[in-house]
């Protein structure tokens, strides 16, 4: 398989560059990551910039806000972009996840009214599936939406949204029909994150930030022309999310390659070089090899998407290496740096802290889209065709799967 541009590509890329080179943030010593607000207010400042410039949401039809473009063409985006220091994946929630399902479900009004507005950042989106006793088993979930009239009213509790502290929009699946198994009787919908009964409380992390929250729902109101497909279609449309999702982190997703041969060309260990350790240098031709591997399976999962297909069960091995590598070289990093690994102020550690950061976010990562056990479980059924874990709640009405919550 050859990954190598095509000419039309190859412009593209030259094309992005040039438009990089110009407008974007060089990565340098002394950036200075700052607060989360911060963070949050260059973000939406970076994804305007890159509307205009017509490069927001590339592989979106125009009309709805994006450049009309492939997923490949995306690809050499993150590629380059990834050599500045712009805040790119923040907003990848909405509009990787939450965008794929407006474009399938929501009517074509809603479409070109909201998606530009995702696109260019003017409105957040975040995704509500997660609940205290739905992750990996999502189907499992509580929160319950009822009609009444031509409006639904929803009533629960999701965990762990990430963004919903800064959201205008989420798309959100609820329980609507508990008589019919679990998978048959949940709907999707997007609700207005700014509405009464909608109640956001952000979750502290160990490394004070809050990048997730809690959102209790108290008879907030979804109008039922808010629906996405049909009532009890709501698996199949959540499918479809966290198929895009997959796709959405695999161009971007760390596995901190880069960062450790970037740090080991500058350290001495010593007084000798890094790099001429052999331990180190063992280490390095280590992780070079999977991060070639994870590079090799994402592009070719992505150019199976450019045909037509659908994104595969190697998302879930790119997802599991890239994860453990990425926790696993902060934590090494963190050993090879001795006493000044301590420091965790961005200002004074290196590379801005980014080892010590990662350490402390590393877990999440290993979390969030999937935990490692349940990748292993997509890889062991749909790649080495291993029999399926025992579902003892199959075929059975939600209401009398055994639980210790009945709420
Ligand atoms: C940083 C971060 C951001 C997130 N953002 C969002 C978001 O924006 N929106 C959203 O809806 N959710 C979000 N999540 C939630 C995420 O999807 C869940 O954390 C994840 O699905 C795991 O669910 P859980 O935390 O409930 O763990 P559980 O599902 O309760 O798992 C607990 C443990 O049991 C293991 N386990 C579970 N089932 C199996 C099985 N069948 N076989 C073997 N082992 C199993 C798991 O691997 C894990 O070790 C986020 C999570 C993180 C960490």
Not at 20 to 39: C, F, H, I, M, Y
Request: net charge negative; with cysteine; proline share 5%.
């Amino acid at each position: 398989m050859d990954f190598k541009d095509s000419p039309e590509q190859a412009e593209f890329r030259a094309e992005v560059q040039a438009w990089l080179k110009a407008n974007a943030k060089p990565k340098t010593k002394d950036t200075v990551r700052g607060s989360q607000e911060n963070r949050y207010k260059e973000a939406k400042a970076w994804y305007k910039k890159v509307f205009d410039a017509g490069y927001a949401c590339i592989a979106w039809p125009k009309e709805y806000g994006g450049a009309g473009l492939s997923q490949i063409h995306k690809v050499i985006w993150s590629q380059e972009v990834e050599k500045y220091d712009e805040p790119d994946g923040y907003f990848v929630i909405g509009q990787g996840n939450c965008g794929p399902a407006m474009m399938h479900f929501a009517t074509e009004q809603q479409k070109t009214e909201l998606l530009p507005r995702m696109a260019s950042a003017e409105d957040v989106w975040c995704q509500l599936f997660s609940e205290p006793s739905a992750g990996s088993d999502v189907a499992g979930l509580r929160t319950k939406a009822q009609l009444q009239g031509d409006k639904w009213i929803i009533n629960g509790q999701k965990i762990w949204t990430s963004g919903a502290q800064h959201s205008d929009y989420g798309v959100i699946l609820c329980r609507t029909d508990p008589d019919v198994s679990k998978y048959r009787g949940m709907t999707m919908f997007f609700i207005d994150m700014k509405q009464p009964g909608v109640d956001v409380q952000p979750i502290t992390q160990m490394d004070g930030g809050s990048h997730f929250n809690e959102v209790f729902f108290n008879n907030a109101e979804i109008p039922d022309s808010q629906r996405l497909g049909d009532v009890g279609g709501g698996w199949g449309a959540a499918l479809l999310v966290l198929m895009n999702e997959r796709l959405a982190i695999s161009g971007i997703q760390p596995d901190g390659f880069p960062e450790l041969l970037k740090l080991v060309q500058s350290l001495d260990i010593d007084g000798e070089p890094a790099r001429n350790n052999p331990l180190v240098r063992e280490r390095l031709a280590h992780w070079y090899c999977q991060h070639a591997g994870l590079k090799a399976s994402t592009n070719r999962m992505l150019t199976a998407v450019a045909k037509g297909g659908i994104p595969g069960a190697e998302a879930a091995l790119g997802k599991l290496v890239g994860a453990v590598m990425n926790q696993d070289i902060a934590n090494y990093v963190l050993q090879l740096l001795g006493d000044t690994g301590a420091i965790s102020d961005e200002s004074l550690a290196e590379q801005h802290a980014h080892f010590q950061n990662t350490v402390m976010f590393a877990p999440g990562i290993r979390l969030a889209g999937g935990t490692d056990e349940v990748m292993r479980n997509i890889i062991a059924e749909q790649v080495l065709g291993l029999p399926q874990e025992p579902r003892a709640d199959k075929g059975i009405a939600f209401k009398d799967i055994p639980s210790g919550n009945q709420g």
